[in-house]
């Protein structure tokens, strides 16, 4: 008697390297350890993660099976009203996310878009996307020092 798991199509990842404008951190802890890190590292920067998007369950609803993923939208209001008066046309780019990836060795990949450049086509942004990426860095000096 087969099983939903055992219908699941495996999918493999394919490149890892970061396109221009985004960041790659291996995270120096597990995967569960990271996703608790992260979201420590957003409330101390008084962040708040909006939602946690599953692409794991969501892959296998539709047959398909991958290890352990999860991708975190946060914000902060504070933000978003500077940025709407800064320049309304740049509320496409937030809320800002990171994804986490469990790679098939056990290692623990963060992907994030870098700030600055994923504002910096829009005028007016250019203070608020500063601050923003100082933010970003702070969220990952705090999971990288997880292990220490």
């Not at 350890?33 to 296998?60: C, G, N, S, Y």
């Amino acid at each position: 008697m087969n099983t939903a798991s055992d219908s699941l199509k495996s999918v493999s990842y394919g490149e890892m390297s970061p396109p221009p404008g985004e960041a790659v951190v291996m995270s120096p802890v597990g995967f569960d350890a990271t996703l608790l890190r992260l979201k420590q590292a957003f409330e101390r920067q008084d962040l708040w993660v909006i939602h946690e998007i599953d692409p794991q369950m969501l892959l296998a609803r539709g047959g398909h099976s991958i290890g352990k993923a999860r991708q975190l939208l946060f914000f902060h209001p504070r933000y978003a009203a500077r940025l709407l008066e800064a320049n309304p046309a740049a509320l496409i780019e937030i809320p800002l996310k990171v994804a986490v990836l469990e790679l098939p060795d056990g290692r623990v990949m963060v992907r994030h878009v870098d700030v600055a450049s994923q504002f910096e086509r829009h005028p007016r942004m250019k203070a608020l996307a500063s601050e923003l990426a100082d933010v970003m860095h702070g969220v990952m000096a705090h999971l990288m020092a997880a292990a220490s």
